[in-house]
């Protein structure tokens, strides 16, 4: 079946020679795989790899068999051409990290319009702000909604957060739990807007140790979920 979908390039993964395998977030339906075929080598053609970089917002034209196979894309644009991510070193980083937190933790085929339209215009803020540095810790924290297990808020005035329940209570349980300083930023963090994220102050070490405490928290409710290589980049371009 032939459809025209937004598509959010995830990752993209080289076959042989000269070809490209690309994972994409589509609006139409989940995650989907195309190859592209000798697209390395190829001058002519309507598809170029510039197209592909990671976290790159386009609308594609695509054929979509639903076998569970690769799929093909027949053509393609860009839907919102970014002025700064792929140019600026601290946004590549953060849409490095951002590619391998999506790559790693969706995984339907099916169609998700409340997701796609969060991540979309997330990285549309991202691209139009420069204060950034506490983005992706609130990108993190936002995107646990989608994949239900967003911290319960009921009791979030208790001292204690365990990570494997996602519940605040008023001592350490068995499970693996946050408090102290970091639990007061963790806090700060539910919840809030992109356009309020600098309204929390955080060291370098403190973002660090908040953003391990995230990878942990997905770690736990999503099956196969792995810590993003691109962590150590983050820690180099933020110190």
């Known amino acids: 079946m032939l459809v025209t979908t937004k598509a959010i390039v995830i990752a993209a993964i080289k076959y042989g020679d000269s070809s490209v395998i690309v994972k994409c977030f589509t609006a139409s339906d989940g995650i989907k795989s195309y190859l592209l075929r000798g697209i390395l080598k190829s001058k002519k ?25 690769l799929e093909y894309i027949k053509d393609v644009k860009t839907v919102h051409p970014y002025a700064s991510i792929h140019t600026q070193v601290t946004k590549s980083a953060i849409a490095l990290f951002l590619s391998e937190i999506l790559n790693y933790s969706i995984q339907e085929e099916e169609k ?18 420069d204060e950034i540095s506490n983005f992706h810790l609130v990108f993190l924290t936002n995107l646990t909604k ?16 365990d990570l494997q329940e996602g519940q605040f209570f008023d001592s350490s349980t068995l499970n693996q739990c946050i408090t102290g300083e970091n639990l007061t930023y963790f806090k700060q963090l539910i919840g809030i807007k992109f356009d309020a994220l600098n309204t929390i102050k955080l060291s370098s070490e403190r973002r660090n140790e908040l953003l391990a405490i995230f990878i942990q928290y997905f770690k736990l409710h999503l099956q196969g979920f792995r810590q993003p290589k691109s962590m150590e980049v983050l820690h180099e371009v933020f110190k």
Do not use: C
């Open 146 to 161: 989608y994949f239900g297990f967003f911290p319960e808020t009921k009791n979030i005035h208790r001292a204690y957060f």
């Open 45 to 69: 053609g309507k598809l170029k790899i510039a197209y592909f970089q990671p976290l790159t917002q386009l609308e594609i034209v695509a054929n979509h068999k639903n076998k569970g196979s």
């Open 112 to 129: 998700n319009e409340a997701l796609f339209e969060f991540i979309e215009n997330a990285l549309q803020w991202l691209d139009m702000n």
